[in-house]
């Protein structure tokens, strides 16, 4: 059972690159996350996209995009990274029943 | 703007103990509440999903109940194990899809 796969697991990164975290889901859910998990500061979305096509602006979408081509593949791309975006990032995918599933995360140090 | 919390932060239980999380939010417009357990290190389990229609789930040794008009959601943990030891963290869904996720609870079992 794979569920929503994320890549890299880990990374180090100059500031200034450029960087995209790959998210592929096989569950053929619509909905589908990017979250960033800071300590004390919980879980914040950062865009969501409700279907193929399409994307939205959460909570902390600044300094960061994303794509949906398909149903499976939502990657995450920091154009130009900044220490503030350390983090450990997840990605989501929801069930039409509102049930989430995450993926492993993806730990992102820029320096 | 909907505020979801958890408390206590943190809590540490003799195994075998029966205990309850709890989990509060202040707008009862909500279409469904999940319960989550994060490893260290970990992404985010779904555990049980509740919907606004419904009281309570249950999964073995796991009840959670809803209450929508009091704001207020409880994750009952039967004969606690060293194994449940982790985070535990609810989220509720309102309108536009809005995912709201409390800060956790970091549970430990201890021998």
């Known amino acids: 059972i794979a569920g929503i796969t994320q890549a890299p697991t880990s990374q180090i990164l100059a500031a200034g690159r450029r960087m995209t975290l790959r998210c592929t889901q096989d569950m053929r859910h619509n909905a589908m996350y990017w979250y960033r998990q800071d300590l004390g500061l919980g879980l914040r979305l950062i865009h969501y996209s409700n279907t193929a096509g399409t994307t939205g602006k959460g909570e902390v979408p600044d300094g960061y995009s994303v794509s949906r081509a398909n149903t499976d593949d939502f990657p995450l791309t920091l154009a130009s990274a900044v220490p503030s975006q350390t983090s450990v990032y997840f990605c989501?995918?929801?069930?039409?029943?509102?049930?989430?599933?995450f993926g492993e995360g993806s730990r992102l140090t820029v320096l | 703007k909907q505020e979801v919390t958890q408390i206590p932060a943190a809590l540490s239980v003799p195994e075998g103990e029966n205990l309850v999380l709890n989990c509060s939010f202040t707008d009862s417009a909500i279409y469904n509440l999940q319960w989550f357990r994060q490893d260290p290190g970990k992404g985010l389990t779904s555990l049980l999903l509740?919907?606004?229609?419904?009281r309570e789930q249950t999964s073995g040794r796991l009840n959670a109940s809803l209450d929508k008009s009091s704001g207020r959601s409880t994750l009952y943990i039967a004969a606690s194990q060293p194994g449940d030891s982790a985070t535990y963290l609810c989220?509720?869904?309102?309108?536009?899809?809005?995912?709201?996720f409390g800060t956790g609870t970091q549970l430990k079992v201890e021998l």
């Open positions: 989501a995918s929801r069930t039409g029943a509102g049930e989430l599933f």
């Open positions: 509740i919907q606004s229609s419904q």
């Open positions: 989220a509720t869904q309102g309108g536009g899809n809005k995912l709201t």
